[in-house]
């Protein structure tokens, strides 16, 4: 025997006491408002009237509960769209490699990077903080720039944050090292991929300033 819902949760139960508190009274009222427009044009018969208000308690407990089904989906998808709950996977850990970094053993750690690529080619993360160690602890500036590039030239692109981490990258990169022709490239082409991110400003006004800077060492001197 098919058995109606069941509403154990006291949350669940005291949400489905809400909605039928202030949608059930409106709902009989407005049913019943119409049933007596109805009779009064002579659409419908005094038995018939009767009868539709008799069946006003089923359609609005009907309705009380297709309310309370949609609001508690919709809460649940909401939830799942914000915590991506089974979705999308954690972020990969590198225990072995962050105990190397705490002690100091940099090259030791990128040498660890290096091994887990070879066997695990498409880890961008990986390749992420390995570029990030070379930059910041090894002036490996070149095998950086390398990794940069080869996460963004990745085919298919798996993580678009992925990618702006490593353009991101290659402008922290280019900045430190002056390399101010490749800086331009690589702002122009943020601004111009990432339109309307907030992120953009700051690159567009940077842009701005090199550009400035090239116009002004450009211009002709005045004689003395």
């Given amino acids: 025997m098919a058995k109606g819902p069941q509403y154990t949760d006291a949350t669940d139960a005291l949400q489905l006491f809400r909605v039928a508190a202030w949608f059930g009274p409106a709902c009989f009222a407005m049913l019943s408002s119409l049933w007596f427009f109805m009779l009064n044009k002579g659409w419908i018969s005094g038995g018939v009237f009767v009868f539709l208000l008799i069946l006003n308690l089923p359609i ?5 509960i297709a309310i309370h089904r949609t609001v508690s989906g919709a809460a649940v998808l909401m939830v799942k769209t914000m915590f991506a709950v089974g979705d999308i996977p954690p972020p990969p850990t590198y225990p072995r490699q962050n105990v190397l970094i705490v002690q100091g053993k940099y090259a030791e750690a990128a040498d660890w990077f290096r091994d887990h690529l070879r066997i695990e080619p498409g880890d961008h993360e990986a390749r992420l903080q390995l570029a990030h160690l070379l930059e910041m602890r090894l002036r490996g500036y070149d095998e950086a720039e390398r990794l940069y590039l080869e996460i963004r030239s990745a085919e298919p692109v ?30 122009a082409r943020f601004v111009d991929r990432y339109r309307g991110s907030p992120l953009v400003a700051g690159a567009a006004r940077e842009l701005k300033e090199l550009k400035e800077i090239d116009l002004t060492s450009e211009s002709p001197r005045s004689p003395t």
């Fill in 158 to 187: 798996e993580s678009a944050y992925e990618q702006v981490r490593a353009t991101n990258g290659l402008i922290d990169l280019y900045r430190k090292l002056g390399r101010t022709g490749r800086l331009r490239v690589e702002l």
């Fill in 60 to 64: 609005t407990a009907a309705g009380v």
